[in-house]
T-cell receptor, first 116, second 116 residues
Framework: DTGVSQNPRHKITKRGQNVTFRCDPI?????LYWYRQTLGQGPEFLTY????????KSRLLSDRFSAERPKGSFSTLEIQRTEQGDSAMYLC??????????????FGEGSRLTVL | AQKVTQAQTEISVVEKEDVTLDCVYE???????LFWYKQPPSGELVFLIR??????QNEISGRYSWNFQKSTSSFNFTITASQVVDSAVYFC?????????????FGGGTRLMVKP
C-alpha cells in the first residue's frame, strides 16, 4: 500500500495523559499536513511541513500540541495533558510541490482520539 | 479570510435520482483552487476534482459533474442517477494560490444518503 498511513487508528485515553500519533506520507511527497476533524464538521488545518521545516501553524495548535517531521519523512503529532475537547479525528495528508502549491492532498484514514 | 459554506448538512435521495450539492466560497485572492472530496464511512478523504479560478468550464466525469460560477462564488456538484455507493459525506474546499503550500479550507460537509 503506497498511500498515507496513520497510527494508531484509534486511541482512548484519560484526561491529562499524553498521546502521540504517527503519519507516514506517500514517499515522494515533500509536503505533509495535519488536520483535525470533529464530529459533523469539516477538517480544520493544524500545521504544515515542507520537508522537515514546519512552515505554518494554526492558532488551533495550542502549546500542548507539538508536531515534528525529522528528516522530512514521517511525522508525529503529540498532544500533552489531553483534555476532553481534544477528542477528534486527526487527519494527516501529503502532497508534492514547491512554492505555491496547487496539487491535491492525499489523506490517510485518520487517528481517532477519545479523551475520557 | 477564506471561507467555504455548504448549506445542506444532509440530503436523502432514492437511488437513480439526480442530486446537487451546493458550495459557496469567499476569498480575496484572484487566483485560487476549488476542490471536492468524498469521505466514505471508512473516514479517508478521497479527492474528486480540482478547478482553478481561471477555468470556469463545467466538467463532467461519468455520473459526476461540476458547475463553477465565479459570478456567484459557487462550485456545485451534481451526481446523476445516484447509487447507494454514493452515500458519503462530501466536502467542498478552497486553496488560495497566494498562500505558500496548498492548505485547504473545508466547508462543513454535506451528508448524502442514497436509499435503494
Amino acid at each position: 500500500d503506497t498511500g498515507v498511513s496513520q497510527n494508531p487508528r484509534h486511541k482512548i485515553t484519560k484526561r491529562g495523559q499524553n498521546v502521540t500519533f504517527r503519519c507516514d506520507p506517500i514517499s515522494e511527497h515533500n509536503r505533509l499536513y495535519w488536520y483535525r476533524q470533529t464530529l459533523g464538521q469539516g477538517p480544520e488545518f493544524l500545521t504544515y511541513f515542507q520537508n522537515e521545516a514546519q512552515l505554518e501553524k494554526s492558532r488551533l495548535l495550542s502549546d500542548r500540541f507539538s508536531a515534528e517531521r525529522p528528516k522530512g519523512s514521517f511525522s508525529t503529532l503529540e498532544i500533552q495533558r489531553t483534555e476532553q475537547g481534544d477528542s477528534a479525528m486527526y487527519l494527516c495528508a501529503s502532497s508534492k510541490g514547491l512554492g505555491v502549491g496547487t496539487g491535491e492532498l492525499f489523506f490517510g484514514e485518520g487517528s481517532r482520539l477519545t479523551v475520557l | 479570510a477564506q471561507k467555504v459554506t455548504q448549506a445542506q448538512t444532509e440530503i436523502s435521495v432514492v437511488e437513480k435520482e439526480d442530486v446537487t450539492l451546493d458550495c459557496v466560497y469567499e476569498t480575496r485572492d484572484t487566483t485560487y483552487y476549488l476542490f471536492w472530496y468524498k469521505q466514505p464511512p471508512s473516514g479517508e478523504l478521497v479527492f474528486l476534482i480540482r478547478r482553478n479560478s481561471f477555468d470556469e468550464q463545467n466538467e463532467i466525469s461519468g455520473r459526476y459533474s461540476w458547475n463553477f460560477q465565479k459570478s456567484t462564488s459557487s462550485f456545485n456538484f451534481t451526481i446523476t442517477a445516484s447509487q447507494v455507493v454514493d452515500s458519503a459525506v462530501y466536502f467542498c474546499a478552497l486553496s488560495e494560490a497566494g498562500r505558500a503550500g496548498n492548505m485547504l479550507t473545508f466547508g462543513g460537509g454535506t451528508r448524502l444518503m442514497v436509499k435503494p
